[in-house]
């Protein structure tokens, strides 16, 4: 069965800091991986995917993620934090189902960060 | 380019009631998710819809229905609330529902019941 999950509720990074929010999955082939966030009171916006190709995947806002098969992580990353980066981020895992592909998505992880 | 469009944005509902809601995707999707969006459970997908056809479900009781017009807009209806139905309800539309498809979420309709 596929799942992903996000070990931590709730990351807090001081501004400028590098911040790391973790992700990991489980799911039979090919992993197709996502990021996305939410602010409060808004939708999900997409960040980044990982589909094939170089490991490190670059994305909006300055986010990158590094895909790891052998330790089954997606992790986000970004090297320098801003404030308003605070907001509820989500790993999803794409798998087939009934022809099309559905995406399973992590807790969600709190991203918090101090001025 | 237009981003997905939900109606109504909030609402309040009694226990028993029914309600509908309404999604718009994105002009030229034809895939559209919807996604109930709890404290407690997190998201849970609800099912998918594609040209006008259930393509997959998720694990909800029967209360929970939708349906998909010849234009792509998507409607769901959940019928005799239950407290536990408060909830944000987002929904998302991708082209085709394709396995590299970016899904693109509206903002939600935000329903509570009482």
């Known amino acids: 069965a596929q799942s992903v999950a996000q070990p931590e509720d709730q990351v807090n990074v001081a501004e400028g800091n590098p911040l790391t929010v973790k992700c990991t999955y489980s799911v039979s082939g090919n992993p197709y991986l996502f990021w996305y966030v939410q602010y409060p009171n808004r939708g999900l916006q997409f960040l980044l995917k990982y589909i094939t190709g170089d490991n490190l995947v670059k994305g909006s806002y300055g986010f990158e993620a590094e895909f790891n098969k052998s330790q089954t992580s997606f992790h986000l990353k970004k090297p320098s934090a801003l404030v308003s980066d605070s907001a509820l981020y989500f790993c999803a895992v794409s798998f087939a189902s009934g022809g099309s592909y559905i995406p399973t998505f992590g807790r969600g992880t709190s991203l918090i960060v101090h001025p | 380019k237009a981003g997905v469009t939900q109606t109504p944005r909030y609402l309040i509902k009694t226990r028993g009631q029914q309600v509908t809601l309404s999604c718009s995707p994105i002009?030229?999707?034809?895939?559209v998710s919807w996604y109930q969006q709890t404290p407690g459970q997190g998201l849970q997908f609800l099912f998918e819809y594609f040209s006008e056809t259930q393509r997959n479900k998720g694990n909800f009781p029967g209360r929970f229905s939708g349906r998909q017009f010849s234009n792509s807009r998507s409607e769901m209806n959940v019928s005799t609330l239950e407290l536990g139905d408060s909830a944000l309800y987002l929904c998302a539309s991708s082209l085709m529902g394709g396995k590299e498809e970016t899904q693109y979420f509206g903002p939600g309709t935000r329903l509570l019941v009482l």
């Open positions: 002009s030229g999707h034809r895939s």
